[in-house]
């Protein structure tokens, strides 16, 4: 059964409980210097007491787990590409032909799962994490419809919902996350977010320097998610990651749906005056 650290102190407004410094915090995962150890998966797993998912052979590459889930809050995705004789994977225009990228959940700005909820059990944390209560959660799976990357998953013999909880009791004593803190070429980095996201933008500037003009920085602000907590630096198409090109979250259809209920109900309700006029007649 998958379990997760108890929230402590969750509302205080300076995010200083128990040794956290208050900074709005986020993973930065540089795929290009991922060797695909797993060490990421194995230290979460540890840390958080996560059960195991499985040593199943899947048949597509080394990878036994797939994708992200309650019992995978990391997960290396394997990517392979075809590779050309003569030509190294770090060549101008030529993809390596093997590609990781350690995954997680993303810690939406605007998060669906959050949004979907509706007995309180996802928060927001003081340092932006979207943590799930699994003591409040009821487990009637909203958030998992309403997450843009896949990432929650619903438990079926526990009944509820998990996904990585951005190591929160770890944070709240100044610590870095299990993932991060393991990753032995730092693929994983942690800190604080805009502080990341210009060491993101100098390590793509550093590599299309270098002749690698197919590195892309996976960070969608300009979708209704609003930017997310844990961004990427990839090379080649980000779905080939598991990453959604343009992922939106299903409240920003709700105009539309209350629009349009509205005329439904104002045709209906115009129907029946017609009805009952008629029948007057």
């Not at 997760?4 to 915090?25: L, S, Y």
């Not at 996560?50 to 309650?70: C, I, K, L, P, R």
């Amino acid at each position: 059964m998958s379990t997760a650290p108890i929230i402590h102190d969750a509302g205080r407004p300076n995010g200083h409980a128990n040794g956290h410094d208050g900074r709005i915090t986020a993973f930065f995962t540089d795929s290009t210097l991922c060797i695909g150890c797993k060490a990421c998966e194995v230290a979460c797993k540890e840390w958080n007491q996560v059960s195991e998912d499985g040593y199943n052979w899947s048949s597509f590459s080394y990878d036994n787990t797939m994708a992200v889930g309650h019992s995978t809050w990391r997960h290396v995705k394997f990517v392979e590409n075809p590779t050309t004789i003569g030509v190294g994977g770090n060549a101008p225009g030529q993809l390596p032909g093997w590609g990781f990228s350690s995954d997680v959940c993303k810690h939406c700005e605007e998060a669906g799962c959050l949004e979907a909820c509706p007995t309180g059990a996802i928060v927001r944390m003081e340092f932006g994490a979207v943590f799930v209560q699994p003591d409040v959660c009821n487990g009637c799976a909203y958030c998992v419809v309403s997450c843009p990357f896949g990432v929650v998953e619903k438990n079926e013999e526990d009944g509820r919902a998990f996904k990585c909880t951005f190591c929160s009791d770890r944070q709240k004593a100044g610590l870095k996350p299990a993932c991060a803190q393991a990753c032995p070429t730092e693929s994983i980095k942690f800190g604080e977010i805009n502080e990341l996201r210009a060491e993101a933008t100098n390590r793509m500037q550093a590599l299309k320097d270098r002749g690698v003009d197919d590195a892309v920085i996976y960070d969608p602000v300009d979708t209704s998610v609003k930017g997310i907590h844990a961004f990427f630096l990839l090379r080649g198409d980000p779905r080939a990651y598991n990453l959604p090109p343009q992922p939106e979250i299903p409240t920003i259809y709700q105009k539309k749906a209350w629009k349009s209920a509205a005329v439904a109900a104002g045709a209906m309700l115009g129907a029946t005056l017609l009805a009952f006029l008629g029948e007057n007649r």
